[in-house]
């Protein structure tokens, strides 16, 4: 790369962070204006407007409009940009403390973790906590699977960062492969609806949900931030980490935990939707360099806008059909897999 | 930068209780010498040093800084006293070498907090000492192996530390960066203790030299009377013959089987 990184922390980073945000906002009203129904973007404006400050705006839309754009599409289009973002900051610091660039919580068997916590919850024991059993349960599953992931890979003495990753792909298809016999002993109708969310969805979203992810995201990416410089010097080894005086043991098992949090809950609202930990770090250390607190935010971002566009290529390649996003992004990351590897070599 | 003293009395550590890998071993390193550590392969070196830089704790004795226990202090503390450049590469995560650099600030940062102008400072005066300030803004990944062993050594130096524990760091260097590594450690002023394969490089540049064979301190004192011709035959299994290089009147050790 030509650009001098000195230039690219001055003038490339916060232009990075600004044209993000810009176009996060601008992506958010995108997804809200197309659909089945296009609803224009000035409508879409003037019905948030309004929402936020009833005075403001006289409404000169159908109720039907307002409520494709705030009952249906909006909040869709958060949840999109809080699983895009969440999944993302889970992948850029899994690769730190594994030191594996192909870190990633789908890779991993963490998501697959959730999934099976979801599948639990909805198929067998019911929401026996209310609205919080699917999240809690995902949270769970995504834990048990993170701590298997790390007792195979001491079993296996796996301790090696690349081994560690081969660990979670095993553990991955033995908890998948769990899940799958939990759907084929539930109830055939909701396993109906099972399989599809699995398969990642977001075409549930609703207001009254969308506080529990928020204020888990929130949460999880400030305890990464503040963390950022040892994730930093976890990428130059474990043992001299470790004389830097980090805990190395302890804090590797944090990020996991924080991470599984985060994971399971995206999960519980999302379905499975790999490849977005893995793909958008790798975008973003090219655009802002590799220091994490650069590479969080920047990761968070990015992740937002690409999950809200793969949700709007879900609903519109063959609209009226919602596609699963987690197909969207399968084929994206499948494709992004193979650069990787062409780059490499 | 300051030095520290190091005393280590009859430390020895195992895997398992009835497998010691390194035998109860005592020597004393004073402040701002060099010690050479040499032996075979599998002699317990890196053990040694693994001990001395907190990352096992000794089955039996004690690692003395100053007449302080690492082992009293907390890991932070001890990262703000010893400074280790191992063979560990750091995975390429598009991180600059200023960016590496300023790793080694870590231990004295207060929690959460990013380095101020003070630590800027001090980093770069790590890059110039190992004449790294044009590569300040390379990535890392883009450097070749002697440029990343200096990265290495100008982190520990930002670590501003009172001893420096080196394994092998001449290894896969080329001749000029080995004397380049070596003549640039001897000036640093702090206490250090390196382990190095080459026991010619040993005995010209460590004040000190202490010979491991299978886990045990086989002798310990000035290169010209430890490494003999006898002790390396001891310790290496090879044939050593001590001759004199002319004209400079140097004492050159040559190996045969």
């Given at each position: 790369m030509s650009i001098p990184p000195a230039t690219r922390r001055k003038i490339i980073v916060p232009s990075v962070m600004i044209t993000g945000l810009a176009l996060l906002g601008l992506s958010i009203c995108v997804a809200v204006s197309v659909g089945a129904v296009v609803v224009p973007l000035q409508t879409v404006w003037g019905i948030m407007a309004h929402h936020l400050s009833p005075a403001l705006v006289t409404p000169d839309w159908s109720t039907g409009q307002q409520a494709i754009v705030w009952q249906i599409r909006l909040p869709r289009a958060l949840l999109a940009a809080m699983v895009g973002a969440g999944l993302a900051l889970v992948g850029a610091s899994l690769q730190s403390v594994t030191r594996n660039?192909?870190?990633?919580p789908h890779l991993l068997g963490i998501s697959a973790g959730g999934a099976f916590g979801a599948i639990l919850a909805l198929?067998?024991?019911?929401?026996?906590?209310?609205?919080l059993t699917v999240p809690l349960m995902a949270f769970l599953g995504a834990l048990g699977a993170t701590f298997l992931v790390l007792s195979v890979s001491s079993f296996a003495q796996a301790t090696s960062a690349d081994r560690l990753v081969l660990a979670g792909v095993a553990v991955s298809f033995i908890v998948m492969s769990c899940a799958n016999v939990l759907i084929f002993l539930g109830d055939p109708r909701a396993a109906h609806t099972v399989v599809f969310w699995m398969l990642g969805g977001?075409?549930?979203?609703q207001w009254d949900q969308l506080i529990y992810p928020a204020v888990i995201l929130l949460g999880c990416a400030a305890w990464f931030m503040m963390n950022a410089g040892r994730l930093n010097a976890m990428t130059i080894g474990d043992e001299t980490a470790s004389t830097l005086g980090i805990p190395v043991a302890r804090f590797r098992l944090a990020v996991f935990i924080v991470g599984a949090l985060l994971t399971g809950v995206m999960v519980a609202f999302s379905g499975i939707i790999g490849f977005v930990g893995l793909m958008i770090p790798h975008i973003v250390r090219m655009m802002v360099g590799g220091d994490y607190a650069r590479v969080l935010p920047a990761s968070a971002l990015v992740g937002a806008i690409f999950l809200i566009w793969a949700d709007i290529a879900a609903r519109t390649l063959m609209a009226p059909e919602d596609i699963p996003i987690g197909i969207v992004t399968g084929l994206i990351g499948g494709a992004f897999f193979i650069w990787l590897l062409r780059r490499k070599a | 930068m300051t030095a520290a003293a190091l005393r280590v009395q009859d430390l020895s550590w195992g895997p398992?209780?009835?497998?010691?890998?390194?035998?109860p071993t005592s020597f004393e390193v004073g402040a701002g010498r060099i010690l050479g550590i040499v032996g075979a392969n599998g002699a317990g070196k890196s053990t040694l040093l693994r001990l001395l830089y907190r990352f096992l704790r000794p089955d039996t004795g004690q690692v003395l800084l100053d007449d302080r226990d690492?082992?009293?202090?907390s890991a932070r503390d001890v990262a703000r006293n010893i400074a280790v450049v191992l063979q560990e590469q750091p995975t390429d995560?598009?991180?600059t070498v200023r960016e590496i650099v300023a790793l080694g600030r870590t231990p004295h940062l207060s929690a959460f907090a990013s380095g101020g102008a003070r630590d800027a400072t001090i980093v770069m005066d790590a890059l110039a000492q190992l004449n790294l300030a044009d590569f300040?803004?390379?990535?890392?990944?883009?450097?070749s192996g002697g440029e990343r062993q200096r990265v290495m050594v100008a982190r520990a130096l930002a670590q501003q530390p009172r001893l420096l524990v080196l394994d092998e760091?001449?290894?896969?260097?080329?001749i000029r960066h080995q004397l380049e590594v070596l003549i640039l450690i001897k000036g640093l002023g702090t206490t250090i203790v390196t382990s190095l394969h080459d026991i010619n490089l040993a005995a010209t540049h460590a004040d000190d030299v202490l010979v491991l064979s299978k886990g045990e301190m086989l002798t310990f004192g000035p290169p010209d009377h430890v490494l003999t011709e006898e002790m390396i035959a001891r310790s290496f299994g090879v044939r050593a013959q001590r001759q004199h290089l002319h004209p400079s009147g140097d004492a050159h050790l040559t190996f045969h089987l």
């Open positions: 660039p192909l870190a990633d198929l067998h024991t019911g929401l026996f906590l209310g609205l977001l075409g549930l979203a | 398992k209780q009835d497998l010691p890998v390194l035998h690492i082992w009293t202090m995560f598009a991180l300040a803004d390379r990535m890392f990944g883009t450097l760091p001449t290894n896969h260097l080329d």
